[in-house]
C-alpha cells in the first residue's frame, strides 16, 4: 500500500520540475539575441498586437466566467438543494467546492495560454535572428520557445489537479473516492476558457489571414508578408493569438480533464476490485493516482525529448527528421515510465496479469496516436494521391477544386474512425480480459492516457510552427538576403506540417478521451442517483426523448460550425474594406496598383478592427456550447417519471455521445480539407501544373488560372481548419465536462 | 371486426383506382399537341438520351439486385438456418419469401421510376407546345405528366405490400401480425433500386450541368441550353434521369417502408392492447392494416388536389399559387380521410380517446411538412437574408462566397432538426396518453402517415420541375419568341421551388419513417430472439461496441457524400475536356469563340460519355451503403457473449440511429447550402449588387466579377443539391429495410 501523500507529494513534485525546467527554457530563449532593429520593429508590432489582443480577450472571457461562477454558486447552494447522497454534508459545501475549482481551472488556463504566448512572441525575433547564422539554433529557438506552452499546459493542469485533490482531501471530510466528483469543475473551468480562446484566437488568425490575402495577394498582385500590406501585421499577430493561446488552452483542458476523468474510472475499477476480493496492492488511492503519475513521468520523457533535438554539424538534415527523431526518444521513454507505473500502481496480486494489460493498453494509446499522424499525413500533403487531385481539379477552375477538397475532406473521415473504433474495442477488450471485473472500461482510459502521454512534446511542436511562421514573417518583412528566407521558409515549412499533424493527434486523443469523460459521466449519475435507486443506467437511443436529445447534439456541432465560419467570413469582409480604403488613393496602372516608395500602410486599424471582431463574434458560438447541453438537461426534465427518472440525464448523454461522434467526423473533414487545399495551392507553387504564373508568347508572364483555383480553395480552407475545426476539439471536451459538473442538476 | 378480406380488397381497389386514372392522365397528355418539327428534334434528342440511359442503368442495377436475391436467399436459406421462432416452418420457407419480396419489390420499383419518366419525356414538349398559345395548359400539361409518377409511386407500393400481404396469407400457415416480418424484402428492394437510381440519376444529371455550365457559360460565353453548347442534350437529358426518375424511386420506397414499419408496429400495439382486455374493435388485423386504408385514402385526395389546379382566366395568377391552391384542397380531403380512417379502424372501446389522439398525430405529421416547407423558404430563397449574405458575399470573390454559403448550409440544420425533435416527442406523447398501453410510438408511426398522407400530389408538384425545365430548354433551343419564352420561364421558376421545397419534405419524411423503421428493427428483433430470451432490447451507447457502431453509422454517411460527390467533379472533369476538344479548332478573337454559322456540336459523344461516367461511379457509393451495415451486423458476431446476445444486433442498431441523425443533418446541409448558392447566383442576375454584367466607361460591357463569384457558388452546390444530399435521403431509408431484412442473421 503506497500512502495518498507520497504519490501527491510525487505527482506535485514532478509538477513543480516541470515548470522550473520551462522556466529554465525561458531564460535560455530570452538569452539569445534578437536581431537588427529592423526586425525588433515588426517583432515589437507583432508583440504589441498580440498582447493587447490577448489582454481584451481574457478579460471577456474571465467576465463571462466570472458570471457563470456565480450561476453554479447559486444552482448548486441555493436551488438545488442538499440530497442524501451528495459527497459532502451540505449544499453550501457542494457549490463552494465546484465553483472554486472551476474557478480555479479557469484561471490557471488562462495562465498557460498568456505564459505560453508571451513566450512564443518573444522567440520570433530570436529564431528570426539564429537563422541569420545557424539553422540548428533556429531550429532548437523555435522548438525550445514551444516547449514552455507544452510543460507549462502539462506541468499545470497536473498541479492543478493535484494540489485541489490536497485541499479537499485536508478537510478530512470527503471519502477520496469521492474527490474527484468534487474537483471536477477544474477540467470544466479550463475547457470554459479554452472553449472562448480557441474561437477569438481563431476568428482574429483566419480573418486577418483571409483578409489579408485576399486584397494583398489576390487584388493587388503584392508577395505574402509583404509590408505594404495594411493587413500583414495583423496576420502575423493572428499566427500567434489563434495558433498558440487557442492550442494551449485547447491542450490544457484535454489533459486536466482526462486526469480528472481517469481518476473517477479508476476509483470506480480499484472499488470493484476490492470487492471483489481482488483489491489491487496500491489500494484504491494508488490507482485513482495512476494517472497523475503516469502523466508526471510523461513530463520528464518530453523534456529529454526536446533537448534531444539537435541537427546534425553540417545542417544538411531535414528539420522534419530532426524533430521527429526527439518525438521517438520521449515516446520510448514515456512508454517505460508507463510500464513502470502500470506495474507499480495497478499490480493485483489476484489478477497478476491486470498490469500488463493496462501497460498494452497505453501503448495501444501510442500507436493510435501515430496512425493518426500517419493518415493526416496522406490526406494533407502533397506527396499523395488525395491532394493532388485536389490540383488536378483546379485546372477546370474554383469550382471544381471546392468540389475536390469537399470530396477529400468527407473522405478522410474513415481511416481515422476505423481506428479509433479499432483503439477502443481492443483497448477495452484487453481491460475485460485482464482478470479483474469491469475493467474494460478502464482499459479504454489507459489507452487515452498512453495516448496523452508524450502532450508536452506534441504541444512544443505545435507551437514550434506559429514561431517559424513569425520568424519567416520578420526576415521576409525586414528584407534579409534570399538565403536567410531559404532557411526560414524550411523551417516554415516544417511548422506547417507539425501544426497539421498536431491538429490529426488532438481530435484524436479529444475521441478517446470523451469517451473516457462520458463513461466518467454516467458514473457520476450513478454514483449521485442511480446506485441508491439501484437502476442500471443506459442511454438507450431507441426511446424517443434520448433519441431527440441525440440530434440536438449532431445538431448542435453543425451550428456552432456555422456561427464560427460566418465569423471569420464577417471579420474579414471589414478587413477587405478597410485595406480597400487605405488602397484607394493609390495610382494605378492597367488595374495594378502602383505603390510610392514612401507607402506607410496604417497596421494599428486592421489590427484594432480585427481585434474588436473576434472579440464580439466569439460570443455567440462560445454561449450556445455552453448553453445547449444545460437547456437540454434542465427542459428534458419534463420528461422525467417514476418509472424513468434519469431520462433528463440520459438525453444529455446521447446529445454528449452523438454530438462527441458527430464533433469528431466534422472536425476530421474539416482540419483535413483545409490542410489539403492548402497544400495543393503550394504544390503548385512548386511549379507544377504550370506554377504561379504562365509565360505566354513574347514572354508576357500572366498569372495562371490555375493557381487563383488553388487560391481559392486554400481561403475557404482557411476557417474551416484554424477557426471551426479545432474549436470543436475543444467543444468535445467541453461538452463532457459541462456535463460531468452538472450532471446533479438533471436529476 | 372488419374481416382481413374486405381491409385488403378495398387497399387493392384504391390502388387500381390509382393506377387506372394514372393510365388517363397518360393518355390524356399524349393527346396533347406536340409542336413543331425543331421541338420535336430536340425532343426525341432528350428521349433517346434518357431512355439510352435509363436502359443501360436498369440493366445494371437489375443485375446487382440479381446478385443480391442470391445472396440473399443462400444466406436465409441454407448458411443461417430454421430456428423454432421463425415465422414459417422452415428456412428454405422463409429464404422464398424474402427473396421473392426483395425482387417483387426492386422490379416495382424499376417500373414506377422508368414508367415515370416515359411520361415525363413525353409531356415536355407537350407543355413546351402549349406555352406556344396558353400559359393554364401549359401549367396542366406539366403537372398532371408529373402526376403520372406520382399516382404510379404510391399505388404500386400500395398494391405490392397488399398484394405480398393476399399472398402470404392465402397459404393460411403464417400467423397473420407475422406476415409484415416476411414482406420486409419489399422495402429493401425498393431501397435497393432507389439508392442505385438516384446515384446514377444524380451523378448523371449534374456531371452533365457542371461540365455544361463550365465550359459553355464560363469559358465559352454563351447563354444556357445554347444550341451550340455540345453538352446541352446531355444536361437536359440529365433533368428527366436525375430529378424525375431518381426522386420516383426515392419515394416509391418511402412509401414502401414506411407502410411496412408501421404495419409491424400495428400489429405489436394492437396485440398489446388485447393483452390488456383494451382490444380494438376493428381488431388486430384492422390496425394492422391502417396504414394502408389511410394511404389508399389519400391517394383519392391527391387526384382531386391535381384536378383542381388551374389558373384563372387571365392567366395572371402566380402559377405557384395554383399549385398551392391544389395542395391544400388535398391535405384538407387527406384528413378528413384520415380522421375517418382513424375512427373506423383505431377505435378501442376501452380507451375512447385513443382514435383522435392519432388523428392529431397525422396532423401533427402534416403541419411538420409544412413547417419543412417554410424552413427550407426561409434558407433558400432570395427574399430572405441567408440568400442575401451569400450574395454579398460574393462581393469579395469566389472564396468568400463559399464560406457563407458552407455557414447557411451548416446553420440551417437547427431549425428543422428542433421541428422534427419537437413533432416526435409531442406525437409520442399524444400516443402515451391515448389510454392504450405502449402507444407512444406509434403515436410517431401515425405522425409519419400524416406527413406521407398527401404524397402522391408531393411527387407530382416534384416531376413537375424537370418537365417544365425542359420545356424551357426546348423553347430555347428551338428559338421561340421571347414572349413564349417568359412563359416558360415563369413556368420554370415555380419548378425550381417546388423541386427545393419537395426535397425539404423529403427529408423530413425520411427523418420521421426513419425512426418509425428502427423501432420496427427492435420490434423485429424482440420477435426474432429477445422475447424467448426473456431479454430487453435497449440500444445502449455507453457500451463500447455499441459506440464504435454509431462512430461507423456517421462516418458511412460522410464517406458515403465523399463518392457521390466525387464521381460528379470526375465525370463532369470528363465532358468539359469533350467539349473543349470540340471547340478546340473554332476560331477565336480576343480569346471569344466565334461559332461558325454551320457549326454542328456533336451531342451524341457527350451524351454517350456521362452515361457511362455514372453508371461506373454509381457502384463503389451504391455497394458501400449495402455493405457497411451487413458487415458490421456479421463482424461485430464475435462480441456475443451469452450474458449479451444481442450485441451484434444492438451494435447495428446504433450503426443506423447515429447514420439517420447524421444524415438527416448532412442531407439538410447539402440540400439547402446548394439551394442558397443556387438562388444567390439568380439574385445578382435579376440584376442585384450589379447583375451579370457591369457598364465601364464608354458604355464597355464586361462581366460582373460578383456574378463570377456567384457562378462558382452555384456550381459546388450542384452536386451537393441534386446527388449527394438525395442519395443520403434514399441512404437512409436503404439502411433502416436492410437492416429489417437482415436483423435474423446478426443474432
Chains 1, 2 share one sequence.
Not at 170 to 192: D, M, Q, R
Not at 435 to 458: E, K, Q, R, S
Request: glycine residues 10%; proline residues 4%; hydrophobic residues 50%.
Amino acid at each position: 500500500m503506497v500512502s495518498t501523500a507520497t504519490l501527491i507529494l510525487l505527482v506535485i513534485a514532478f509538477s513543480i520540475f516541470g515548470l522550473l525546467f520551462a522556466a529554465y527554457l525561458v531564460r535560455w530563449v530570452l538569452q539569445r539575441p534578437t536581431g537588427s532593429e529592423a526586425m525588433q520593429q515588426i517583432s515589437n508590432a507583432i508583440k504589441e498586437g498580440a498582447e493587447a489582443f490577448l489582454r481584451r480577450q481574457n478579460r471577456t472571457i474571465l467576465l463571462l466566467a466570472a458570471a457563470f461562477a456565480i450561476v453554479l454558486f447559486i444552482g448548486y447552494g441555493f436551488i438545488r438543494g442538499h440530497h442524501d447522497f451528495d459527497p459532502v454534508s451540505s449544499s453550501m459545501q457542494l457549490a463552494g467546492w465546484i465553483t472554486l475549482s472551476f474557478v480555479f481551472g479557469a484561471a490557471c488556463s488562462v495562465i498557460a495560454g498568456y505564459v505560453g504566448m508571451w513566450v512564443s512572441i518573444r522567440s520570433n525575433i530570436r529564431t528570426a535572428h539564429a537563422a541569420l547564422s545557424s539553422l540548428n539554433d533556429a531550429l532548437r529557438i523555435a522548438l525550445r520557445g514551444g516547449a514552455v506552452s507544452g510543460l507549462l499546459v502539462v506541468a499545470m493542469s497536473l498541479l492543478g489537479v493535484s494540489g485541489l485533490y490536497a485541499l479537499v482531501s485536508a478537510t478530512g471530510t470527503v471519502e477520496p473516492t469521492k474527490i474527484p466528483l468534487l474537483i471536477v469543475g477544474y477540467g470544466f473551468g479550463a475547457s470554459f476558457v479554452a472553449l472562448f480562446a480557441q474561437l477569438g484566437g481563431g476568428i482574429y488568425t483566419k480573418a486577418a489571414d483571409v483578409g489579408a490575402d485576399l486584397v494583398g495577394k489576390v487584388e493587388a498582385g503584392i508577395p505574402e508578408d509583404d509590408p505594404r500590406n495594411p493587413a500583414v501585421i495583423a496576420d502575423l499577430v493572428g499566427d500567434n493569438v489563434g495558433d498558440c493561446a487557442g492550442r494551449g488552452a485547447d491542450l490544457f483542458e484535454s489533459t486536466a480533464a482526462e486526469n480528472i476523468g481517469a481518476m473517477i474510472l479508476g476509483a470506480s475499477l480499484a472499488a470493484a476490485a476490492e470487492k471483489a476480493g481482488m483489491a489491487f496492492s496500491a489500494g484504491i488511492v494508488g490507482v485513482m493516482m495512476f494517472p497523475l503519475v503516469a502523466r508526471a513521468f510523461g513530463i520528464v520523457a518530453s523534456i529529454v525529448g526536446i533537448m534531444a533535438v539537435r541537427l546534425d554539424k553540417e545542417e544538411k538534415m531535414d528539420p522534419m527528421q530532426a524533430l521527429n527523431r526527439g518525438y521517438y526518444v520521449a515516446v520510448v521513454l514515456a512508454m517505460i515510465a508507463f510500464g513502470g507505473a502500470s506495474y507499480w500502481l495497478l499490480n493485483s496480486p489476484a489478477a497478476p496479469n491486470a498490469w500488463w494489460h493496462f501497460f498494452l493498453c497505453g501503448i495501444l494509446g501510442v500507436l493510435t496516436s501515430v496512425a493518426f499522424v500517419y493518415i493526416t499525413q496522406y490526406y494533407t500533403e502533397y506527396r499523395y494521391a488525395p491532394v493532388r487531385l485536389i490540383a488536378d481539379a483546379s485546372t477546370t477552375g474554383p469550382a471544381t477544386n471546392i468540389i475536390a477538397g469537399v470530396a477529400v475532406g468527407l473522405e478522410c473521415t474513415w481511416m481515422p474512425t476505423v481506428v479509433m473504433g479499432a483503439a477502443l474495442l481492443s483497448s477495452y477488450y484487453l481491460g475485460a480480459t485482464s482478470g479483474l471485473p469491469h475493467a474494460g472500461l478502464f482499459g479504454t482510459a489507459v489507452a487515452t492516457m498512453g495516448m496523452l502521454a508524450t502532450a508536452a512534446y506534441i504541444l512544443a511542436m505545435d507551437t514550434f510552427g506559429p514561431i517559424t511562421d513569425n520568424a519567416g514573417g520578420i526576415v521576409e518583412m525586414s528584407q534579409q538576403p534570399e538565403e536567410v528566407r531559404r532557411k526560414t521558409d524550411r523551417l516554415d515549412s516544417v511548422g506547417n506540417t507539425t501544426k497539421a499533424l498536431t491538429k490529426g493527434y488532438a481530435i484524436g486523443s479529444a475521441g478517446l478521451a470523451a469517451f473516457l469523460l462520458f463513461q466518467a459521466y454516467m458514473d457520476e449519475v450513478v454514483q449521485y442517483a442511480g446506485l441508491d435507486l439501484g437502476l442500471p443506467f443506459k442511454v438507450d437511443i431507441s426511446k424517443p426523448v434520448v433519441f431527440v436529445g441525440g440530434m440536438l447534439g449532431a445538431m448542435l456541432v453543425f451550428l456552432f460550425s456555422a456561427l464560427a465560419i460566418r465569423a471569420v467570413g464577417r471579420a474579414a469582409q471589414s478587413i477587405i474594406e478597410e485595406v480597400r480604403r487605405q488602397y484607394a488613393k493609390l495610382p494605378r496602372v492597367h488595374d495594378m496598383i502602383q505603390f510610392p516608395a514612401d507607402f506607410k500602410p496604417d497596421y494599428g486599424t486592421c489590427v484594432d478592427i480585427v481585434t474588436k471582431s473576434a472579440l464580439r463574434r466569439m460570443i455567440a458560438p462560445g454561449l450556445l456550447a455552453v448553453l445547449m447541453p444545460v437547456s437540454v438537461g434542465l427542459l428534458f426534465r419534463v420528461f422525467i417519471t417514476k418509472a424513468d427518472p434519469l431520462i433528463a440525464a440520459e438525453a444529455v448523454a446521447a446529445l454528449l455521445m452523438v454530438g462527441t461522434i458527430v464533433g469528431i467526423i466534422t472536425a476530421l473533414f474539416l482540419n483535413n480539407s483545409g490542410g489539403a487545399w492548402d497544400n495543393a495551392k503550394k504544390y503548385i507553387e512548386t511549379g507544377a501544373l504550370g506554377g504561379k504564373y504562365l509565360t505566354g508568347p513574347g514572354g508576357v508572364k500572366t498569372k495562371n488560372p490555375t493557381h487563383g483555383a488553388a487560391v481559392v480553395g486554400d481561403t475557404v480552407g482557411d476557417p474551416f481548419k484554424d477557426t471551426a475545426g479545432p474549436s470543436i476539439h475543444v467543444l468535445i471536451k467541453l461538452l463532457s465536462t459541462i456535463t460531468l459538473v452538472l450532471a446533479p442538476l438533471f436529476l
